[in-house]
């Protein structure tokens, strides 16, 4: 190694020393620079701070001081860990790390687990009777069908990058945003605590109807269905609040206890399996009794005869016999035929039946319709089934597809476990499913697959008298495994609950993001546990499987859809592991989800829907704003991009034209806008529509003043924020203000999304501040001429209503020049916003001698009926064209000022001054009195800078040069100003050109007062700049400005940007 890399011992102990001493000062390294050192302190104090850098690296030494390391990087990459804390038992003691898990342990088991449910056991045979074989294939296809092409997309989002924990919930709030992501966790979140629910009364179902019928309390539920659902209530609350207990209480248990339910659940399987295949001849203890047709409940098997006196007192009551049971026969059946007995073709069509028809073979209204009223001991519909029902009945079954992405924290290599473990899991479950249904269907007699409860063998569970060796196998394993599921989504539930409260995206659900002491979501569980207790009390697993369908299948919906969205719009981060994806397939998968929620329950469907949309809307605007990259901002993108090459294409259509607004806001010394009203001036003529972009320009090098820049920015939002300004803001820092207009207003907007229209404010102080202010106003007012644009110059803009009042009078426009249309066109849209919608328009227009004033007022009411504007007309007639001598003085006056400023050649401080005393010693006796004086921020500052001059002149007249308190200096200035005055005054003549604007200007003007002195808004076109860029032009052109607007309080001065921007057709 060249001795130049080698660091010595000296070299090291030097460090040392140095770290010791400055742990001890307990300063930092970077406040070394705020001391008083020399430049040899500072040298040595950064070559000790590099002395910790890698020799190699020293050429970035500099940014290393800023940007982490490459390995201090890629650690704390592969340390992220960002998930919903497992259920863990707050009493234990902190475990050892846990190895990580595989595919088969942590996902391809958990899934297992949570896709076998109650529907297996205790409605899966009743679904293949009642919509037979081919229907029963087809329901249990389609639910596997949604399940896995939502397995497809969600492997693909899994495995784009680390996914936390939190299924659906996580996935879909980053990648379609915390709108649809909250909307969709609180579904996943209710439809989890509602399967607990499900879970709970097909737990209760089990043991009361095949376990201990013996235990019920509101009599014999086998005659009576609203005995059986109360009893379900009863019993489902008290095991609520005792799995509730557990779950608060001992979720070491919960855990431990989910190892046996999965046990239980695949023991169960196992042995309906080999029971099916021992029972290939049939069974011969289990036999039903059948009248007719017709299946019979509550009859021993020993008086299953018609002859016997057990069925005489049954059906012949009072010795009159029931029509039915003359004419047929009663004959016991095997109710278990075995797979070799043929029974499968019995059950190869669909047996739908209406509410209160009997279960009977076949379809003859005789033996299915109930035309006396007596039910007997026969066997009937307890609720009205169809294809679309019984798959919202049976769609629980495959749901649990999101406990492999759940655990991906836990997972040694998730983005490859995920995928494998779920798509098997999926294949597994639905292979059984699928095989079950045609197992089913060829080992059962078709009235003992329908009868749902089994009260024609018992009270017997039909899977559990198939089971091998015997039916408690079934039972008790049914049991246990429910018992599970209720378990781990009392668990799961509030966990998820917690994790939305604390994204913050859900206001009124802050409170459920705190944990208790001992780290345990209790307020969640609460919750939970309320919400559970409301789908308990339904009391009907075929009520509640449905309604918690719609959710799942809301899930799985947007699952697909944010796969879709980001594959079709290839944002640079989506790139998947799993290559197995297509739009296509997530498409599909999301129209199947759609369909199946319409087919299966409209109104669950549309509660699921507005439930969702109304979070939606919530979030949106009451909702904290989070940015996680998401695909709904992507697609915006994607459609403001289309939308703008569309409107590239070519300039709008008159029709379409509508102002896009620039509002040019100065900013005064504290970096605030100086009129803030104009921000509610630009929000009343939008009316809360179309564009509007603010932009401020600070002088100075974008290098050193960047925070002020920031600053400023925030500050532009925070006002455009207050004065509910719909658009954009920035602030441009430029080396010349003028300049800096001009490159905002030549380059602002992106194609055709580019301001059209400028707002500008009225530089009230351009006499106090010399040729500067004036210069940057008329500099505007040309470049907004040039690129096309509209511009609007408010004046006396602290006078305009705030946006939240209220007023009524009348807005005045004043059309001396036609502008395109742009002088009729800004009061209707000013109409459109409450605060101006009272007030009538009234136009006025100029005529002049050789003009027909009575004609031209027809013709423009007939242009305005053909615009659709409702205003008054007023034709004004000026035919005195003599020039008063009021007009002469006051251009002689406007010409002297600006002839002495130049003969004087003052710098600019002098020249400030000295304008001022020039312009109080013309006008104070000239002057009109005017009706306002402008509002302005620096008024104030103005008026003590008047009465100073007024305290000086006074001290001069009264006093004399000699005797004034001010210095030498100062009274030789006075003697030569007021001599050159005189001078000026003998020799200067008024020009011709300038006599004639004051002439229209004064003219104008009062004709405007007079007319519109009290109009709440007076419009009016603004002049065109001179086109000489001479100070002397640009100096009279504002005084033009002053004199045409004296006397009014509101003033708006516009000026077209050489386009139609109205028109009278359709």
């Known amino acids: 190694m060249p001795d130049r890399f080698q660091v010595t011992k000296a070299d090291e102990d030097t460090a040392l020393d140095y770290n010791q001493d400055e742990s001890a000062s307990g300063k930092l390294l970077g406040d070394i620079h705020d001391e008083t050192l020399d430049s040899g302190d500072i040298h040595r104090a950064e070559e000790?701070?590099?002395?910790?850098?890698?020799?190699?690296?020293?050429?970035?030494?500099?940014?290393?001081?800023?940007?982490?390391?490459?390995?201090?990087?890629?650690?704390?990459?592969?340390?992220?860990?960002?998930?919903?804390?497992?259920?863990?038992?707050?009493?234990?003691?902190?475990?050892?790390?846990?190895?990580?898990?595989?595919?088969?342990?942590?996902?391809?088991?958990?899934?297992?687990?949570?896709?076998?449910?109650?529907?297996?056991?205790?409605?899966?045979?009743?679904?293949?009777?009642?919509?037979?074989?081919?229907?029963?294939?087809?329901?249990?296809?389609?639910?596997?069908?949604?399940?896995?092409?939502?397995?497809?997309?969600?492997?693909?989002?899994?495995?784009?990058?680390?996914?936390?924990?939190?299924?659906?919930?996580?996935?879909?709030?980053r990648s379609l945003g915390p709108e649809f992501g909250g909307a969709v966790g609180m579904l996943f979140y209710t439809g989890t605590t509602l399967a607990a629910a499900m879970y709970i009364v097909g737990a209760v179902e089990i043991v009361l109807t095949y376990m201990a019928p013996w235990a019920s309390i509101f009599g014999d539920f086998t005659k009576d269905a609203d005995a059986m659902y109360n009893n379900f209530r009863v019993y489902g609350t008290l095991l609520l609040i005792v799995m509730g207990l557990i779950v608060f209480v001992g979720v070491k248990f919960v855990n431990k206890f989910a190892t046996v339910a999965l046990a239980c659940v695949i023991l169960s399987i196992i042995a309906v399996y080999v029971g099916i295949f021992d029972n290939m001849h049939g069974n011969e203890k289990l036999y039903m009794c059948v009248l007719g047709k017709r299946l019979l409940k509550d009859i021993p098997l020993d008086n299953c005869t018609k002859e016997d006196s057990f069925m005489r007192d049954i059906y012949c009551p009072g010795g009159k016999c029931d029509e039915y049971f003359l004419a047929n026969n009663v004959t016991k059946v095997k109710g278990i035929k075995g797979l070799a007995s043929g029974v499968f073709y019995d059950n190869i069509w669909p047996s739908f039946l209406e509410k209160g028809q009997f279960i009977a073979y076949g379809k003859n209204a005789i033996d299915i319709e109930n035309t006396n009223g007596q039910?007997?001991?026969?066997?009937?519909?307890?609720?009205?089934?169809?294809?679309?029902?019984?798959?919202?009945?049976?769609?629980?079954?495959?749901?649990?597809?999101?406990?492999?992405?759940?655990?991906?924290?836990?997972?040694?290599?998730?983005?490859?476990?995920?995928?494998?473990?779920?798509?098997?899991?999926?294949?597994?479950?639905?292979?059984?499913?699928?095989?079950?249904?045609?197992?089913?269907?060829?080992?059962?007699?078709?009235?003992?697959?329908?009868?749902?409860?089994?009260?024609?063998?018992?009270?017997?569970?039909?899977?559990?008298?198939?089971?091998?060796?015997?039916?408690?196998?079934?039972?008790?394993?049914?049991?246990?495994?429910?018992?599970?599921?209720?378990?781990q989504s009392l668990t799961g539930a509030p966990r998820l609950l917690q994790a939305i409260a604390r994204d913050e995206i859900i206001p009124f659900l802050a409170p459920f993001a705190k944990s208790s002491s001992r780290g345990e979501p209790t307020r969640a569980l609460l919750l939970t546990i309320v919400?559970?207790?409301?789908?308990?009390?339904?009391?009907?697993?075929?009520?509640?499987?449905?309604?918690?369908?719609?959710?799942?299948?809301?899930?799985?919906?947007?699952?697909?859809?944010?796969?879709?969205?980001?594959?079709?719009?290839?944002?640079?981060?989506?790139?998947?592991?799993?290559?197995?994806?297509?739009?296509?397939?997530?498409?599909?998968?999301?129209?199947?989800?759609?369909?199946?929620?319409?087919?299966?329950?409209?109104?669950?469907?549309?509660?699921?829907?507005?439930?969702?949309?109304?979070?939606?809307?919530?979030?949106?605007?009451?909702?904290?704003?989070?940015?996680?990259?998401?695909?709904?901002?992507?697609?915006?993108?994607?459609?403001?991009?289309?939308?703008?090459?569309?409107?590239?294409?070519?300039?709008?259509?008159?029709?379409?034209?509508?102002?896009?607004?620039?509002?040019?806001?100065?900013?005064?010394?504290?970096?605030?806008?100086?009129?803030?009203?104009?921000?509610?001036?630009?929000?009343?003529?939008?009316?809360?529509?179309?564009?509007?972009?603010?932009?401020?320009?600070i002088k100075g090098d974008h290098t050193k003043i960047t925070n002020k820049a920031v600053d400023a920015k925030s500050t532009l939002r925070k006002y455009m924020t207050d004065e509910k300004v719909k658009g954009f803001c920035d602030v441009l820092v430029s080396q010349q203000i003028g300049e800096g207009l001009s490159s905002v207003i030549q380059t602002i907007g992106l194609g055709g999304m580019k301001p059209n229209t400028v707002i500008i404010g009225w530089p009230y102080s351009w006499r106090q501040e010399g040729r500067n202010s004036w210069k940057t106003f008329i500099q505007t007012v040309r470049t907004v001429a040039a690129c096309h644009m509209a511009l609007m110059v408010p004046k006396g803009i602290n006078f305009y209503p705030e946006s939240s009042h209220k007023i009524g009078g009348n807005i005045d426009i004043w059309w001396i020049v036609h502008d395109g249309g742009l002088l009729m066109l800004l009061p209707f849209l000013l109409k459109q916003h409450r605060t101006w919608r009272n007030c009538k328009l009234r136009i006025f227009t100029v005529a002049q001698i050789e003009d027909n004033s009575i004609q031209m007022k027809k013709d423009l009411k007939t242009f305005l009926y053909h615009l659709r504007i409702e205003a008054d007309v007023e034709v004004v007639e000026m035919n005195n064209s003599d020039i008063s001598a009021y007009t002469y003085e006051r251009t002689l006056m406007m010409e002297q000022r600006n002839q002495m400023l130049r003969a004087l050649g003052l710098n600019k401080k002098e020249n400030s001054k000295v304008v001022q005393t020039i312009v109080d010693h013309h006008y104070d006796a000239t002057k009109t009195a005017s009706k306002v004086r402008f509002a302005d921020p620096t008024i104030e500052e103005i008026q003590h800078h008047d009465s100073q001059n007024d305290e000086k002149r006074n001290s001069i007249d009264l006093d004399g040069p000699e005797n004034a308190d001010t210095p030498e200096t100062t009274s030789n200035k006075d003697e030569s100003t007021e001599k050159a005055d005189g001078d000026f005054k003998s020799s200067v003549k008024p020009d011709e050109f300038n006599v004639r604007r004051m002439h229209t200007a004064i003219k104008l003007n009062e004709v405007i007062v007079e007319k519109s002195q009290d109009a709440q808004l007076v419009i009016m076109n603004l002049p065109g700049p001179p086109r000489e860029v001479r100070a002397e032009r640009e100096s009279n052109y504002m005084e033009f400005l002053e004199v045409l607007t004296e006397g009014l309080e509101k003033v708006l001065m516009v000026r077209g940007g050489g386009r139609e921007v109205i028109t009278i057709y359709s």
């Open 48 to 173: 000790n701070q590099k002395s910790n850098i890698d020799p190699n690296l020293y050429l970035y030494d500099d940014d290393l001081e800023t940007r982490p390391h490459i390995s201090t990087f890629i650690s704390s990459i592969a340390n992220y860990e960002n998930t919903i804390p497992a259920a863990t038992d707050p009493d234990a003691k902190p475990a050892a790390p846990s190895a990580r898990m595989g595919t088969l342990i942590g996902v391809f088991l958990p899934c297992i687990q949570n896709i076998f449910g109650v529907i297996l056991f205790i409605r899966l045979t009743w679904v293949v009777g009642t919509a037979g074989a081919v229907c029963g294939f087809l329901i249990v296809l389609t639910c596997c069908c949604v399940t896995m092409l939502t397995a497809i997309s969600m492997s693909a989002i899994a495995t784009n990058g680390v996914v936390p924990a939190g299924g659906s919930y996580f996935m879909i709030s």
């Open 531 to 697: 919400i559970c207790q409301c789908g308990i009390l339904l009391g009907n697993v075929d009520l509640l499987a449905p309604l918690l369908s719609m959710f799942f299948l809301m899930c799985y919906g947007f699952v697909n859809l944010a796969c879709a969205v980001q594959t079709l719009l290839r944002t640079p981060n989506w790139r998947p592991r799993f290559k197995f994806y297509h739009w296509s397939l997530s498409l599909i998968g999301l129209t199947l989800c759609i369909s199946v929620m319409i087919m299966t329950s409209w109104y669950f469907a549309l509660i699921a829907m507005g439930m969702a949309i109304i979070i939606y809307k919530y979030i949106e605007y009451r909702g904290a704003e989070k940015e996680w990259g998401d695909g709904i901002r992507g697609m915006a993108l994607t459609a403001a991009r289309y939308s703008l090459l569309r409107l590239e294409e070519g300039p709008p259509h008159t029709k379409n034209w509508r102002p896009q607004i620039l509002v040019l806001s100065k900013l005064n010394d504290n970096l605030l806008p100086k009129y803030r009203k104009i921000f509610s001036f630009a929000t009343q003529l939008k009316a809360g529509k179309g564009l509007t972009i603010c932009v401020s320009v």
């Open 375 to 487: 039910s007997y001991n026969q066997i009937m519909a307890d609720i009205t089934t169809s294809f679309t029902l019984l798959i919202g009945i049976f769609f629980p079954s495959v749901t649990g597809i999101m406990a492999g992405s759940n655990r991906s924290g836990d997972l040694a290599d998730a983005q490859k476990s995920i995928p494998i473990g779920t798509i098997c899991a999926i294949l597994t479950t639905s292979t059984v499913y699928l095989s079950s249904v045609m197992f089913f269907a060829g080992t059962v007699d078709n009235l003992l697959l329908r009868d749902k409860f089994g009260q024609s063998i018992g009270g017997k569970l039909v899977v559990a008298n198939i089971a091998w060796p015997n039916q408690w196998v079934i039972l008790i394993g049914s049991f246990l495994s429910t018992l599970g599921a209720g378990l």
